[in-house]
């Protein structure tokens, strides 16, 4: 019969040993000096969607009640220059990437074994 408290206590030492390697490629990767790669490292994580924040000023805009309605003039091409850029500007990160990737190689997979 298994211990349950020995697979608990190796069930820990592996999260342990995974948190442990996860720290020391952090620490490697603040190591870098180099601003540019810095940047270049966030830009990865969290890319910035300024279509989607064009689209939240223009509505803004066009609910604001003015008298003159200037901002009703202004918030609606400001919401169809933000679709625009939300269809023409990548903002896809490593995990969208990774996902994607995942996802052909799944179709790929799926393709061989009908094929085969």
């Known amino acids: 019969m298994v211990d349950p408290l ?5 069930k820990l030492r592996k999260i342990k040993d995974s948190a442990h390697r996860r720290a ?36 803004l805009m066009l609910w604001v009640p003015e008298p003159t309605g200037v901002t009703c003039a202004v918030g609606g091409p400001m919401i169809v220059a933000g679709r625009y850029l939300e269809k023409k ?12 990737t995942k996802n052909t190689m799944s179709s790929l997979h799926d393709f061989k074994n009908s094929v085969m």
């Open 24 to 59: 020391d490629l952090y620490t490697d990767i603040a190591k870098m000096d180099d601003k540019h790669t810095a940047r270049s490292l966030g830009a990865l994580q969290k890319a910035s969607a300024p279509g989607k924040k064009l689209q939240k000023i223009g509505f």
């Open 89 to 100: 500007y990548n903002s896809a990160t490593i995990h969208d990437i990774g996902h994607q």
């Open 6 to 10: 020995k697979e608990r206590l190796e």
